[in-house]
Structures are given as C-alpha cells and as structure tokens.
C-alpha cells in the first residue's frame, strides 16, 4: 500500500498535531514555560507558608521564565 499523505503541504498553514516536538527549536522556550508553572506552584506554596521572600522571588521567576519561553515559541514559530 502506498504512504498517502493526506495533508494538501501547498494551501495549508497549519501545523498539525505533534508538529511541536518534530520541530525543535522551541523547545527551550517549552521548558521555560513549563519552568515558570513550576515557580508558580512554589510561589503559591511559599506564600501558603507566609514565607514572604522566597514567594516574591519565586513570583520574579515565573513571570520572566513565563515571558521568554513565550518570546522564544513566538520568534521560532514566526522565523
């Protein structure tokens, strides 16, 4: 049987499902989004703690962490 792909590549822009990971040049940006939900769960947990520097030092990080994976995806998928 025939390998039919059923994608029409020239009218279509659109990435399909999975393309991300075939695709590796945001993958840093992916890991710093996925740093930044990590800071924010620690951040939550240190302010359920009232530990008042480390929650604003772990806030500081989620949002840089969340801002340059975001400006990383966005740069690779535009370029």
Do not use: N
Not at 45 to 63: E, K, M, P, R
């Amino acid at each position: 049987m025939a390998d039919i792909d059923p994608m029409d590549h020239a009218r279509s822009t659109i990435p399909r499902a999975g393309e991300a990971m075939k695709d590796t040049r945001g993958l840093s940006g992916y890991f710093l989004m996925g740093l930044a939900i990590g800071a924010l769960v620690a951040c939550l947990a240190a302010a359920g703690v009232s530990q008042i520097a480390w929650t604003i030092g772990l806030a500081v990080i989620a949002v840089l962490a969340a801002v340059a994976g975001s400006v990383w995806v966005f740069c690779s998928v535009v370029a």
